[in-house]
């Protein structure tokens, strides 16, 4: 029988309604402790170490394998996930944003996060588009997001909020996102310093997670569409991704990485040839789908946790 290995993406994982933020999308804590019974029940329950020798054709599993991924470094990763997986003699593969650890920040995809929580997808929505209207009147971005590549890219969005998140991550610059996002978020949701020391792990926090058995991998400096990067900043953004996880985890071998938003504008030939040379081992993508032997370490497909049955691990490809 041909073997595979199935890739589980997560991000928030949290008591949602007895959160400052209940609207955030997430899975609850107790569905997801469900979910990693039943998905330890079904499959061999994959390290970094087994998954990449299945890949390369060194290791054969007894059965299909699964690997447990959590991007952007969230704070509950450190505090509830990493300690039940332990307990379950689980390894977790968790990725960092390093500028959010290391400097303070907020992801401005997380802002975006917050804003439609705090304010609801309307309102939020209404004050973006005022506010790029009068930094850039003469765009026209109002009508310039493809809707099937949207709905493609964000499948358990509604229509259009998938549209407006492709909008602001993919077809604005940078700059000027960024900044319409920071601005709003300072006005109606906190200060960015304190907010990030709330939201993300810590640098002790990860050393105590790898001294758990979990591995910390990279998800980019400022986490921003890497493909879409002129090769000066991608190669700083990663640099500093690399360089920070050396010097503050000693994470200097075997180190995994995980694609911002993970799509086909995510990464491309020059992004993998960036992170070979840095010398990390494998990335994953945000492509559905499971891993035959010999896949492309830099092109790991993933399965997104709500793919996932939580009462039998079944998973919708």
Not at 45 to 64: K, N, Q, V
Not at 201 to 228: D, F, Y
Request: charged share 20%.
């Amino acid at each position: 029988m041909t073997r595979r290995l199935h890739v589980v993406a997560y991000h928030y994982v949290r008591d949602l309604p007895n959160t400052p933020f209940p609207r955030i999308k997430g899975m609850l804590t107790h569905d997801f402790k469900a979910q990693v019974l039943a998905l330890q029940g079904r499959y061999e329950m994959a390290t970094l170490e087994t998954a990449l020798a299945f890949l390369h054709g060194t290791y054969e599993p007894s059965r299909d394998l699964c690997l447990l991924t959590f991007d952007d470094g969230l704070k509950e990763h450190g505090e509830e996930v990493t300690p039940f997986l332990a307990e379950q003699g689980i390894q977790g593969l968790f990725f960092v944003i390093t500028g959010c650890l290391d400097e303070g920040r907020v992801a401005p995809v997380h802002m975006s996060h917050f804003l439609m929580a705090s304010l609801g997808f309307a309102r939020y929505r209404t004050l973006f588009m005022e506010r790029l209207d009068q930094l850039r009147p003469e765009a026209g971005f109002h009508d310039t997001v493809d809707p099937v590549l949207a709905t493609a890219t964000y499948r358990w969005d509604p229509h259009e909020v998938a549209v407006f998140k492709y909008l602001v991550n993919f077809r604005l610059d940078w700059q000027t996102r960024d900044s319409i996002v920071q601005s709003l978020f300072t006005e109606h949701v906190s200060p960015e310093q304190p907010f990030a020391e709330s939201l993300y792990v810590g640098w002790q926090e990860a050393r105590e997670m790898q001294r758990l058995g979990m591995i910390v991998g990279g998800h980019s400096h400022r986490h921003k569409p890497l493909g879409l990067l002129p090769q000066d900043v991608l190669d700083e953004d990663l640099g500093a991704c690399r360089d920070l996880l050396a010097s503050r985890l000693g994470s200097t071998d075997g180190v995994p990485f995980c694609y911002p938003y993970g799509n086909a504008d995510a990464f491309n030939d020059g992004v993998i040839a960036t992170l070979q040379r840095l010398g990390f081992v494998c990335a994953f993508t945000t492509s559905a789908g499971a891993n035959e032997r010999g896949a492309r370490p830099f092109a790991l497909r993933r399965v997104d946790c709500n793919d996932v049955d939580t009462a039998d691990g079944t998973m919708r490809q």
